[in-house]
Each structure stands twice: as C-alpha cells, then as structure tokens.
C-alpha cells in the first residue's frame, strides 16, 4: 500500500468491524414477497397471477366460473391481464408497428381502449346496459370492470346471463378487429351488434339459462 491508502484502509477496516450483517451461514436467496423469504409455484401464482396492477386481487374466480366456451376464458383472462396481442402489447415486446384502433380510426389501439373505451366498443356496452336498465360509470381497466360488474347482476338467475356479457362483448370485438386488420373486412355496426347478441343467445341457450326473455324479445325486434 501507498502511504496515503493507509489511513483510508483503517477507515474502512473500522467500518467493516462495526458491521453485524455477517454470519457464519451460508449464503442464501430470499425471495423479499414471502415472509419466510421462500419462494414455490403457489406464492408465485399469488403474487404474480393473482393480483393485477396495483397490487389488488384480481377477479380471476368471475372468470373460470363464467358460463362461456373454455377458450373464451382464457381469451377473456388475457383481456383482464392487460396481456392480449393488441399494438399496446406488440409494441412493449419490441415490435415496431404504427398503433392505430382498427374500429374507431381515432386513437392508438390499446387494450382498454379495445375493449371499454372505444366508441365502437361503448355502443356494445350501451346495448345491453339500456337492455336491463342499468346505469354505469366504465373504469379505466379491464380487470376493474370485472371486478365490480358481477355486484350488478341482481338476483341469482340473472347473474348467471349478466356475468356472460364482457366475455361477450370482448370477443365479438376482437374478432371484427381482426377481421378488418387481417382480412381487409368491415361489418356495420349493426351487424357488430347483431352478432354479439346472437353469440351471447347461443351461448346461455347452450349453458342451459333461460331467463333471457328481454334478450330475446329485442333480438325479434331487429
């Protein structure tokens, strides 16, 4: 050592003398979200899976349990992760694409826009709203929707139809906005609308619901 790295080296080794962090253990890593510092699958799935941006609980239950074909739950579980393939999500993967919603040609395609807050989208959202009479403020995220639309459903009977219509509305538009950014094809906005009525029909029909009777005498109607 140089004469004047001495001094600087007793400073550190007072420092370091002071310090009772060391022990005579092994190193070991600690995962900080347990509070034993372990880590396995289930405390991962807690942490990551089921809880959504912000930290809350997701309501991942509304949407396992929900009377839609299997592959629409999962579809829908993408929708309320934030994890669906729209530009949003292509783009924070590194892709370089030009973001822009196929449906309303106003804005960058995001997922809560896709799926709450486009105008296209709102006119889905006001059909079966106006349908049972219920007014509604639309949140700011997907995840949010779910978890306060189930407490709208009333009585037991219709709650098993009500909790159907995001999953509803969320794939019907997601196929028109594929059918118009892969195969160059645009349905009006009453056949947007018709279409979505009819799957929601079918599918409580095949889940065995029939308290529908509102819904189908507006489906007449059309």
Same mark, same amino acid.
């Given at each position: ?7 600087? &080296?007793?400073?550190?080794?007072? &420092?370091? /003398? ?49 009377? &839609? ?78 978890? *306060? ?37 645009? /349905? ?6 018709? /279409? *979505? ?26």
């Amino acid at each position: 050592l140089n004469d004047w790295e001495i001094g600087r &080296v007793a400073e550190l080794l007072h &420092v370091l /003398n002071d310090f009772n962090g060391l022990s005579a253990e092994k190193d070991s890593i600690i995962w900080k979200h347990s509070r034993d510092g372990s880590l396995s699958v289930n405390k991962l799935y807690i942490k990551e899976v089921n809880e959504y941006p912000g930290g809350k609980p997701g309501p991942w239950k509304q949407i396992w349990r929900n009377k &839609v074909p299997t592959k629409v739950k999962c579809f829908s579980w993408l929708v309320a992760r934030r994890a669906c393939s729209t530009h949003e999500k292509l783009k924070s993967r590194g892709f370089y694409i030009a973001s822009w919603c196929s449906l309303c040609n106003e804005t960058e395609e995001t997922n809560n826009h896709l799926f709450l807050h486009c105008k296209v989208t709102t006119q889905l959202w006001n059909l079966f709203l106006g349908l049972t009479h219920t007014e509604w403020i639309m949140p700011e995220h997907t995840a949010d929707l779910l978890s *306060c639309w189930i407490s709208r459903g009333g009585r037991k009977s219709k709650k098993k139809w009500w909790s159907i219509i995001p999953s509803c509305i969320w794939w019907c538009i997601w196929k028109e906005r594929n059918s118009r950014c892969y195969d160059n094809k645009a /349905n009006s906005i009453e056949k947007v609308k018709w /279409n *979505c009525l009819t799957t929601f029909y079918f599918w409580c029909k095949e889940e065995g619901i029939e308290d529908i009777a509102q819904i189908l005498d507006f489906i007449g109607t059309l």
